[in-house]
């Protein structure tokens, strides 16, 4: 089967938002609803093995704050710390302050100029993504991808498959016809439960998990002038990852 399309995450693949995009804007949501809740880079990366900022924020209150009483309307306020917490990230992106990982940019270009088609499958709010691709990557980027699968789309967010599965159902398309992008565990474990072949690079926060099953780990996607590293998998023969890459890793 021949490579048609590329399927990319978005937080942690595409741009590192987490430690400095989405954690301090829960902080400020937070700050701004008089909360005594912070989390600092150390617990965020612990509580980034749940996925989802509603789901994050009940996951540290059930587990790291026992001694946080719940209020009647708990769930509507956890509505509107997300809402509150989007408004800070989407500012924050629109001062063009999340930059994109190494090699995305020119991978995207190469792609589209190869004809390959391109979607977003990511457990992140779409908000979050249109911003991002219209003020890091560029104007008017969003129609570069077919299908831009986001947030609550899908009832059950990453590590289950359904977002890739709804991404492609959209385009049309089967797997073995596809490669996915991802950075992090959970989102290996959507993309290989949607039996598709992935890419991972890592970050940071993702250095210790576990990507047994990714067709290579990678540092990043490299530039010509700035390789990146395999970290495990195939030797590319080549200091970043281009189409003719992708389609040799697609292959075997
Ligand atoms: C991303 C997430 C998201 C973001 C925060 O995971 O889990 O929840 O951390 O965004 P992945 P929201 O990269 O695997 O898609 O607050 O909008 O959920
Ligand atoms: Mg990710």
Not at 15 to 40: M, S, Y
Not at 82 to 100: D, F, S, W
Request: hydrophobic letters at 40%.
């Amino acid at each position: 089967m021949t490579l048609n399309a590329l399927l990319f995450d978005v937080d942690g693949t595409l741009a590192d938002t987490e430690r400095d995009g989405h954690r301090p804007a829960f902080n400020q949501a937070f700050a701004e609803a008089g909360l005594d809740w912070h989390w600092d880079v150390a617990l965020y990366g612990k509580l980034l093995s749940v996925t989802g900022g509603k789901e994050r924020m009940k996951h540290y209150i059930d587990h790291y704050r026992p001694d946080y009483i719940k209020p009647a309307d708990f769930d509507a306020l956890i509505i509107r710390l997300h809402q509150t917490k989007t408004r800070h990230y989407v500012a924050l992106a629109e001062r063009g302050g999340i930059p994109l990982r190494p090699g995305v940019k020119r991978l995207l270009q190469e792609a589209r100029a190869a004809g390959l088609r391109l979607a977003i499958a990511t457990t992140t709010t779409p908000e979050n993504v249109t911003v991002l691709l219209e003020h890091s990557l560029g104007p008017g980027t969003q129609d570069w991808f077919e299908v831009i699968a986001a947030g609550d789309i899908v009832p059950a967010k990453k590590p289950a498959p359904d977002i890739y599965f709804y991404a492609m159902e959209k385009m049309g398309v089967s797997a073995s016809e596809c490669l996915a992008f991802e950075d992090s565990e959970n989102g290996l474990r959507a993309s290989l439960g949607a039996a598709l072949k992935t890419v991972l690079t890592l970050n940071d926060y993702t250095l210790d998990h576990n990507f047994s099953g990714a067709a290579v780990v990678l540092s990043d996607l490299g530039e010509p002038g700035a390789p990146c590293r395999v970290v495990a998998g195939p030797d590319l023969g080549q200091p970043f990852v281009d189409v003719a890459c992708l389609r040799v890793l697609h292959s075997v």
